[in-house]
């Protein structure tokens, strides 16, 4: 997974000014590299390793269709009137390890600098650690991989979870003391050793939902609040040792975090979208669900905890909004 090269539509949380932010981008060393890109925070490009690759280049007909795409979601999030939202989107194609979704955050209905803007953890590469960013609607969406089909997930907790996420997404000292000061894209869900975007995500909710003690250690307090509400992490079937190997020599990888049992058991278990929403509705029963996705001629608009199709396929309740 490569990090990208600065992009000053995203503002840093934890300083003053804004600042653009380098985020992070992700055969044995082709398959290691993959599964970097699929657990990482950020927009997923392949490039140089060890450099900040540039933004990738969007063509004008592809970024009007995003826009409309992100039309789209705003005007479903505006019917909802709600404060915060959780969003996913996807970056590369994440089929080979059961995942669609790659990068989560909280859109802010109100607070942030724009409405629905997304709050996040990406990787600064420029300082080799995690941040806090703030960062449009549009351009979020935008970081996807593939402009030609993409997916956004959003979950709306009922009206008390939401309002209390809102206050916690707000809250600028919970935030940062629920920040990990090393980055590793796949961060073991039960350490604070290392964090990912999806880990401080997990760990807001419970901020949230919970009680954390600013004068403790908050991350500890966070995990221990998520394992006793039967928080179940995403677990990754590596099923093959030399991937691991490999994997390990990634700059965005560790395997000190996890435990002996899960690494011989060629395994990882990560926090990812998926099993953040699972643990929203098992949370929050009346939690609803809104899938989106683009496929270059139109956007689909499905309800429900239940995925679109694979290839942005409608089903027969799903609203579908041709592209102009």
Known sequence: MVPRAADPRRRDLSRKPIRPDPALRGDAAALALALALSLGCGDAHAGLLRECAPP????????ERLLQFVVAIKSELDATDAPAALIARTGIDL???????????VALGA????????????????????????????AFVFGTDDPRLGYVSVVLPPPEAAARLARAALDRPLVLALLGTRYSANAHAWSVEYQNCNQWLAELLAGAWGAIELDGDARSQAQGWLGAQHYEPTTFEV??????????AIPWLHDDDHPEADKDALRYRVSMPASIEAFVHAQWPAARRIEFCH???RVVIHRGWNAIAPGCRPGPDDRVVPFE
């Open 56 to 63: 990738r280049e969007l063509t004008l007909a592809q970024r």
């Open 95 to 105: 089929e080979r390890w059961g995942q669609r979704y790659s990068h989560g955050g």
């Open 111 to 138: 607070g942030g600098d724009t409405r629905w803007a997304v709050r996040q953890l990406y990787y600064d590469c420029g300082e080799g650690r995690p941040r806090i960013y703030d960062q449009g609607l549009s």
């Open 239 to 248: 099923g093959w040792r030399p991937l691991m190997w490999v994997a390990s």
């Open 295 to 297: 496929d270059g001629t």
